[in-house]
């Protein structure tokens, strides 16, 4: 769990300009229907897509969470780096034994327990703490958290992706500010994923809307991506600075 306790330290300026916002959320998950079932029932969330290798949940916050078939996904083994989780997701919630119990019954497991927050993972074995937050309305997204070897130079890069702001930079975590939050945490002995390499999967990706795919890509390039195989009529694939895959999409 990343959420910063206090204000903290900020970046200094303004946020840049941005490529694209963020659409969607990704995991990779073999079962589609199964997943986006757990992720709709929990955050009271509604389907947005089905198709044969994709479906998306939308939450009542307005997040897009989307899941993406992969038949030979190896699951995360949190925390350790052997088979890491590379990303979760954060959410708020006003009571903790309640959601906890509530994600248990709709087939979470509980990995760790603390005061302000509880670690499960959900059906596909990719790990999402529960964060205590007395006021929210319910179940609320508090965004992706990204473990990287460095929380200040990726949240650098995806400022600059995104347009927005680094809202919090210390101890080893940062976070971008905006109606989208996206959190990071730095990591020891990180083990990136080496996307399509099967033997170092991808476990989630951003999905970053642009409005022209060769300027976005110029774009993002600049900043520090890399190219990766894969592309199609609208979307191409990139890693970021720590090797995260994510996609540019019309």
Request: hydrophobic share 40%; aromatic share 8%; charged share 20%.
């Amino acid at each position: 769990m990343t959420e910063p306790t206090s204000p903290g330290p900020t970046a200094e300026g303004t946020a840049p300009d941005g490529v694209g916002a963020l659409r969607a959320v990704v995991l990779d998950v073999p079962d589609l229907g199964t997943e986006a079932g757990f992720w709709a029932a929990l955050t009271g969330g509604k389907a947005a897509r089905e198709d044969y290798d994709w479906h998306t949940v939308q939450t009542p916050d307005h997040w897009e969470i989307a899941f993406q078939l992969a038949p030979d996904h190896v699951p995360p083994q949190w925390p350790g780096q052997e088979h890491p989780q590379q990303a979760h997701i954060d959410l708020y919630v006003p009571d903790l034994a309640a959601a906890s119990a509530r994600a248990v019954e709709l087939g979470a497991t509980v990995l760790r327990e603390n005061e302000r927050w509880i670690t499960l993972s959900d059906l596909a074995g990719h790990p999402f703490d529960l964060c205590l937050k007395e006021e929210s309305d319910g179940v609320t997204v508090m965004g992706p958290t990204f473990d990287c070897p460095d929380a200040s130079e990726l949240a650098g890069f995806w400022s600059g992706v995104l347009g927005a702001p680094v809202a919090y930079d210390a101890d080893g975590v940062a976070m971008l500010g905006g109606d989208r939050p996206v959190l990071f945490q730095s990591v020891e002995d990180y083990n990136p994923p080496r996307w399509p390499d099967p033997a170092y999967p991808q476990q989630v990706h951003l999905d970053v809307e642009v409005p022209d795919l060769e300027a976005g890509e110029a774009a993002v390039l600049a900043l520090g991506a890399a190219r990766l195989p894969g592309e199609g009529k609208g979307f191409r694939v990139f890693a970021d600075p720590a090797g995260h895959p994510f996609c540019l999409v019309l």
